[in-house]
């Protein structure tokens, strides 16, 4: 597994903080994007992605999280705009690089998504416990409404979800009507995440929810509203 660390984004949504990102062989089977719908398989980070996954940019792990614990106190940044939390080789997570980072994270204002299945109970234990060191927020990554109310029900993190492309900006619910705030970055023009940070907060009571975008947002949008995604 491979990291890369970019200390300032240049992607104008995400704002110029630091973002890593990870190497697709960190990416769970569990995720339904996983080698198909994902927006981050596409254009310029799609390609640096891809040199990351190849060893050609970027560190190993344990470089990584000391960079992360040099960042000054109350820094803001992002954990993968591509990949997922390290997992083992029984395509769990990786509870002893994940801890580290954790511990690296102690101080700043990080947060990051997973499609590691939460009702795996030993993924659930390590979401539990990153969450409640602080530091680095882990939003559990559900596929529709219904999910993010099943996860939402376990009380071990944040959760967020994905809506079709033309889902209306305001107004939207799970079925157990927790509402859902759209990404502001994707509903305001000047907004940017290092601005919002509703994602770093990990006790909201809402579910931030992604409008299917990039290359493939129309086929992922037909799954959603299919009920396949």
């Known amino acids: 597994m491979n990291v890369s660390l970019t200390m300032k984004s240049g992607n104008r949504k995400v704002g110029p903080i ?9 990416c769970p089977d569990s995720c339904k994007q996983k080698g198909t719908d994902c927006y981050a398989r596409f254009g310029p980070l799609g390609m640096h992605w891809q040199k990351v996954t190849e060893g050609k940019r970027g560190d190993q792990w344990d470089l990584f999280c000391r960079a ?7 820094q803001i940044w992002r954990h993968n705009q591509a990949g997922d939390l390290p997992q083992t080789a029984r395509g769990k997570i990786n509870s002893v690089k994940t801890r580290k980072l954790s511990k690296a994270s102690q101080g700043k204002r990080g947060w990051t998504y997973t ?6 109970p030993h993924n659930a234990n390590v979401i539990k416990e ?3 060191r602080g ?21 071990i993190g944040p959760v967020v979800c994905i809506l079709p492309a033309d889902a209306p900006a305001r107004g939207n619910k799970t079925p157990g009507g927790i509402p859902i705030v759209v990404c502001p970055a994707q509903t305001v023009d000047s907004m940017s995440c290092d601005q919002c940070r509703l994602c770093q907060k990990r006790d909201r009571k809402s579910v931030v929810g992604f409008l299917a975008h990039g290359t493939a947002s129309k086929r992922l949008s037909r799954k959603i509203q299919g009920g396949e995604a």
Request: charged share 20%; aromatic share 4%.
């Open 115 to 120: 499609h590691h299945s939460p009702l795996d």
């Open 68 to 74: 992360v614990e040099r960042f000054p106190d109350g």
């Open 135 to 155: 530091g680095l927020t882990v939003n559990l990554s559900a596929d529709s409404k219904t999910d993010a109310d099943v996860y939402a029900a376990l009380g």
């Open 18 to 26: 630091p973002v890593s990102t990870t190497s697709a062989d960190s």
């Open 130 to 132: 990153t969450n409640d």
